[in-house]
T-cell receptor
């Protein structure tokens, strides 16, 4: 079975600083990987996804993530944090099977310091 | 495109009553919809997978008689919380998979249920 581990339930960065949110996955077969963002009392918005094409994936709002098979990682980065980036971020994994479900990590709350 | 709506966005009910939550894909057909539950400051927990025209598949530990799911059309799935109790209070989120794209789910805005 696949699983996702997000390191750090809370991450604080200063405005303008690099954002790095860590995600490691476990999967017996090549996975699809996702990063979602959730603002308070709202649903989830897809930031980006990896579907076995390019290992460096660019998403919305300046975020990107790199799939590293050797490290089973899919860390999310953004070069310069903005106050509006403060939210909950979820890493998720799914098998490359159209009938399979998405498994979410526990989430990381990103705080942006002025 | 790929918009999913939920109705209502929030609901307060008395203990023992039943509550129905609708999930609609507005501009695409969704052969599969998913229902999640999210407790405060926690991740999403998949409750069930709903396929159009067939019975839902429930995750382990989810009571199918308490959380009734109906997926009668390619654009609508409903979750009914029967005989709700305070411990059922939660944020319920649905998602719909576009039948044209592999594994991408589009999420609704969620429904906040409070049972008094």
């Amino acid at each position: 079975a696949q699983s996702v581990t997000q390191l750090g339930s809370h991450v604080s960065v200063s405005e303008g600083a690099l954002v790095l949110l860590r995600c490691n996955y476990s999967s017996s077969v090549p996975p699809y990987l996702f990063w979602y963002v959730q603002y308070p009392n709202q649903g989830l918005q897809l930031l980006l996804k990896y579907t076995s094409a390019a290992t460096l994936v660019k998403g919305i709002n300046g975020f990107e993530a790199e799939f590293k098979k050797s490290e089973t990682s899919f860390h999310l980065t953004k070069p310069s944090a903005h106050m509006s980036d403060a939210a909950e971020y979820f890493c998720a994994v799914s098998l490359m099977n159209r009938d399979d479900k998405i498994i979410f990590g526990k989430g990381t709350r990103l705080h942006i310091l002025p | 495109g790929a918009v999913v709506s939920q109705h209502p966005s929030w609901v307060i009910c008395k203990s023992g009553t039943s509550v129905k939550i609708e999930c609609r894909s507005l501009d695409f057909q969704a052969t599969t919809m998913f229902w999640y539950r999210q407790f405060p400051k926690q991740s999403l927990m998949l409750m069930a997978t709903s396929n159009e025209g067939s019975k839902a598949t429930y995750e382990q530990g989810v009571e199918k008689d308490k959380f009734l799911i109906n997926h009668a059309s390619l654009t609508l799935s409903t979750l009914t919380v029967t005989s709700a109790h305070p411990e059922d209070s939660s944020f319920y989120i649905c998602s719909a998979r576009d039948s044209r794209t592999y594994n991408e789910q589009f999420f609704g805005p969620g429904t906040r249920l409070t049972v008094l």
